[in-house]
């Protein structure tokens, strides 16, 4: 069994920051690239930002300056410091790793999800 669990949402003012965590755990052979995605309301899926094992990082433009993300691999597990936050950034974030697992290949695995609220 693998787990991917999420921590550190929250609500925030304007211009406020958040760090994100994630952690995975269980039969875990080895770690991919890890990321994180945002669902507001109405709104679909995006992608926030990715980081391979080796650490190569892609971002959304709209988060570009402003998040970063980073993997502790030792830990498994993957972090979103977010700083100037807007109102816009309110959403669901999840987190995804694509994990090789012991006794099973490599997928994607999502994790619950952490409400983060940016409002005055």
């Known amino acids: 069994q693998v787990q991917v669990v999420e921590s550190g949402g929250g609500l925030v003012q304007p211009g406020g920051s958040l760090r994100l965590s994630c952690a995975a755990s269980?039969?875990?052979?080895?770690?991919?690239?890890m990321g994180w995605y945002r669902q507001a309301p109405g709104k679909q899926r995006e992608l926030v930002a990715t980081?391979?094992?080796?650490?190569?990082?892609n971002y959304a433009d709209s988060v570009k300056g402003r998040f970063t993300i980073s993997r502790d691999n030792t830990k498994n597990t993957v972090y979103l410091q977010m700083t100037s936050l807007k109102p816009e950034d309110t959403a669901v974030y999840y987190c995804?790793?694509?994990?090789?697992?012991?006794?099973?290949?490599?997928?994607?695995?999502w994790g619950q999800g952490t409400q983060v609220t940016v409002s005055s």
């Open positions: 995804n790793a694509n994990i090789l697992g012991i006794l099973k290949g490599s997928r994607d695995y």
């Open positions: 269980g039969s875990i052979a080895s770690i991919n690239a």
């Open positions: 980081i391979t094992s080796g650490g190569m990082t």
